[in-house]
């Protein structure tokens, strides 16, 4: 499994774990840095970084041949690219090895599919059309990647996120509302802001949390975001903490009731996955396979994006019934184990590769 960064790293650890578990040998490649990932699961598995930097050529050069001759000793049969910017590397570096492995390479970003112009785009059609197997994390992403590589087949893989604790689906009088992703416009969290400054002002007792932090690029959208809710006088309702670690993330995702996504473009979240594992009910924006995972009206509801009068209709209405918080939940959690676990997702995959592998 290699991953370039983010959610397609995070994906591509899980997806290891997964296989680990189900007896197959197999490997999480980070050809940047590492992650914060530590094996807890006591499986078989290994986490190789190569260290490739940007702004240093020769940790390039050294993990592309670094990178080749993992492949020759350790005589991987199969490598799932996870993440855009991973593929040509990995392209490039398997050419003419003796025992070539199958590629398999889902592209991740909902934002961007082969949009770019110019060398990098050719770059990058020429590397897809020479997988053995390419797929998109949602449909709209499989289908704008087809259309724009001239790829007759393109499959949709989606995620899968470790089991969490069966939770208590206890409904308190100031419940917590969640919402995690990068600070981002296109993420879209100043519209949840807005649509808490309306729910108090009817009188409605809840917190905010927003977890997650910007790009270096969009900083000034983090500042803005914050601004926002001091402006709208949420200090004592809403909080935007930024990173927090994983334990704690889990610990808050354990005292929450609800999750917000209001992203403008999304594959699958993985973010989406884990807080419907954790038994919360969901709110989401109608955008990419979003509304196969969360079946409105019994799971969670469905919004249309930048819709804040219907962010705002949802969440009053699960404000004031939490029995339907709690309905939503227990429905969230039983479709994320069946569907989106990681055992689901590695049952899916092992399947497509060991048909790719015994295929001439």
């Given at each position: 499994m290699a991953g370039g960064g983010g959610g397609a790293q995070r994906l591509a650890y899980n997806l290891a774990i997964g296989l680990a578990q189900q007896e197959v040998r197999?490997?999480?490649?980070?050809?940047?840095?590492n992650g914060n990932y530590?094996?807890?699961?006591?499986?078989?598995?290994?986490?190789?970084?190569?260290?490739?930097?940007?702004?240093?050529?020769?940790?390039?050069?050294?993990?592309?041949?670094?990178?080749?001759?993992?492949?020759?000793?350790?005589?991987?049969?199969?490598?799932?690219?996870?993440?855009?910017?991973?593929?040509?590397?990995?392209?490039?570096?398997?050419?003419?090895?003796?025992?070539?492995?199958?590629?398999v390479f889902t592209w991740q970003d909902s934002g961007s599919v082969l949009e770019d112009i110019g060398w990098w785009k050719k770059l990058m059609v020429w590397a897809v059309r020479r997988c053995d197997a390419v797929s998109g994390s949602s449909r709209v992403v499989?289908?704008?990647?087809?259309?724009?590589?001239?790829?007759?087949?393109?499959?949709?893989?989606?995620?899968?996120?470790p089991m969490s604790p069966e939770p208590e689906f206890a409904s308190t009088a100031s419940p917590l509302i969640i919402w995690v992703g990068r600070i981002v416009p296109p993420k879209d969290p100043q519209i949840l802001i807005r649509a808490a400054a309306r729910l108090r002002a009817e009188g409605f007792q809840f917190s905010v949390c927003i977890i997650g932090e910007p790009h270096p690029g969009t900083v000034w959208y983090m500042d803005e975001t914050l601004a926002l809710i001091e402006k709208l006088g949420l200090g004592d309702v809403v909080s935007a903490p930024g990173f927090v670690p994983d334990d704690e993330l889990r610990n808050i995702m354990a005292r929450a009731e609800?999750?917000?996504?209001?992203?403008?473009?999304?594959?699958?979240?993985?973010?989406?996955?884990?807080?419907?594992?954790?038994?919360?009910?969901?709110?989401?924006?109608?955008?990419?396979?979003?509304?196969?995972?969360?079946?409105?009206?019994?799971?969670?509801?469905?919004?249309?994006?930048?819709?804040?009068q219907g962010l705002t209709d949802a969440l009053r209405r699960l404000l004031t019934y939490p029995h339907l918080r709690k309905q939503f939940g227990v429905a969230a959690r039983n479709r994320a184990v069946d569907q989106f676990s990681i055992r689901a997702m590695a049952r899916r995959a092992a399947e497509q590769y060991s048909a790719l592998v015994n295929r001439r």
């Open positions: 197999s490997m999480a490649i980070a050809l940047r840095a530590n094996n807890t699961a006591g499986l078989d598995i290994r986490l190789i970084a190569f260290g490739a930097d940007a702004r240093k050529p020769l940790s390039i050069v050294r993990a592309f041949f670094g990178l080749r001759s993992f492949i020759r000793r350790e005589r991987i049969d199969l490598l799932h690219i996870h993440g855009a910017p991973s593929l040509p590397f990995v392209v490039l570096a398997t050419r003419l090895l003796r025992g070539q492995p199958k590629l499989a289908q704008k990647l087809g259309n724009r590589a001239d790829l007759d087949q393109v499959g949709v893989f989606h995620g899968g996120v609800i999750s917000v996504q209001t992203s403008h473009t999304e594959g699958m979240s993985i973010a989406l996955m884990e807080h419907m594992m954790s038994g919360l009910a969901i709110v989401a924006t109608d955008v990419g396979d979003t509304a196969i995972a969360v079946e409105d009206g019994v799971s969670g509801i469905i919004i249309s994006s930048k819709d804040e």
